[in-house]
């Protein structure tokens, strides 16, 4: 054969509920099997997780088990899966994830036109276990994981080229090209060249990982038919879990590369979203947006009344209810209609996790992550 020799990592830990359908599709991806090995980085699974991948391995020889004790976050089973990978091409996805039939010759499509591309990835869509699961439901309303809204509703082609002086908002921000570990493909010798390997954070290894590659000036590639359906997480208490540590994941990132001190506001309620860094003594980003503005404008009320502000009081009532009008009017359409009230609560604590997650590392990096209005 002449294609080359592809590695799927796939690191686990308590799967059970949806590593079989990931086998599943796994199995049913176009590719010689002579060409293949898919690597599964168990970090310590208590449920039937690791039963599953032996009972697929009697069957496909080319899975491969590495069995991690105490492993300490994602980011470092990749890292002991790429030890032994041997892989021309290192392709990453997900044990909650589904990859269409033809998800490896797509990609490899695209390395062969550019021998700069350091990494190609897909769009990433749902893919319901429950079909009645509201949680689930959510999040394919919201495009959780999704790539292409996530800037701009961009079409295929080639990420920006990565800013020289980063501000807040490339790193970790509505700027920050990055690509998720649920759908990308690494070419194994830039890798190498360049030393790669996933941090030691519990989060945000997927976004230092582009970063390490994209600011030594190798390419980053999005072809969207190059899908993969995600399987999400199963209640809102995962879930917040979830955005507390993508907001967390902000703070190192800022800190290693946004080297200009400052604080950089981002207008997210208008259209542009444009933003200004202004001089302070440490390095963040605040983020204005619907949700922000609900609570400011409520606050403002309040004090209103408090000091006798009289119709500016009010004023700033009414300025609270439109923000809020604008921040759960993308809830209308969902159904069903008599889960409105759930729908904004899940909207709103979900977005509320994601600040409290910005936060909650301040008092060790010293940065300040606002994060953005759902």
Not at 174 to 203: L, M, S
Not at 340 to 365: A, V
């Amino acid at each position: 054969m002449n294609e080359p020799f592809v590695s799927v990592i796939i690191p686990v830990k308590n799967f059970a509920r949806t590593i079989a359908k990931t086998f599943e599709y796994l199995l049913d991806i176009d590719y010689p099997r002579e060409c293949l090995e898919i690597i599964i980085a168990d970090g310590g699974s208590k449920d039937e997780t690791l039963s599953i991948i032996k009972e697929w391995q009697e069957k496909y020889p080319f899975i491969k088990l590495i069995q991690i004790k105490d492993c300490p976050s994602p980011a470092y089973a990749r890292n002991r899966a790429l030890e032994s990978a041997r892989g021309d091409f290192l392709f990453f996805t997900d044990a909650d994830c589904a990859p269409c039939p033809n998800w490896i010759y797509l990609i490899l499509e695209i390395f062969k036109r550019d021998p700069q591309i350091a990494a190609v990835g897909g769009e990433v869509y749902t893919l319901r276990v429950e079909l009645n699961n509201l949680v689930e439901a959510w999040c394919e309303h919201f495009r959780f994981n999704m790539v292409s809204p996530r800037y701009g509703f961009m079409g295929e082609g080639y990420f920006p080229d990565f800013p020289r002086a980063p501000k807040p908002s490339d790193i970790a921000g509505h700027k920050a090209y990055f690509f998720g570990t649920c759908n990308v493909a690494y070419r194994a010798q830039v890798i190498k060249q360049i030393e790669a390997k996933f941090w030691d954070n519990p989060t945000g290894e997927d976004m230092d990982f582009t970063f390490r590659h994209r600011s030594k000036g190798f390419k980053f590639y999005f072809a969207p038919q190059a899908r993969v359906n995600h399987m999400h997480r199963a209640n809102l208490k995962s879930l917040r879990k979830v955005w507390v540590t993508y907001g967390q994941a902000h703070a190192p990132l800022v800190a290693k590369y946004v080297k200009r001190k400052g604080i950089e506001l981002i207008a997210q309620f208008l259209k542009t979203a444009p933003s200004l860094v202004i001089p302070f003594p440490i390095k963040g980003f605040v983020y204005i947006g619907n949700f922000h503005l609900v609570h400011i404008f409520a606050l403002f009320f309040i004090l209103g009344l408090i000091f006798q502000a009289g119709i500016f009081a009010w004023a700033f009532l009414l300025a609270s209810f439109y923000f809020l009008f604008q921040y759960i009017k993308w809830n209308f359409p969902m159904e069903p209609r008599n889960k409105f009230l759930f729908w904004c609560r899940i909207k709103y604590l979900t977005n509320l996790s994601f600040i409290w997650g910005g936060l909650k590392d301040f008092s060790k990096y010293k940065i300040i992550c606002i994060e953005p209005s759902f």
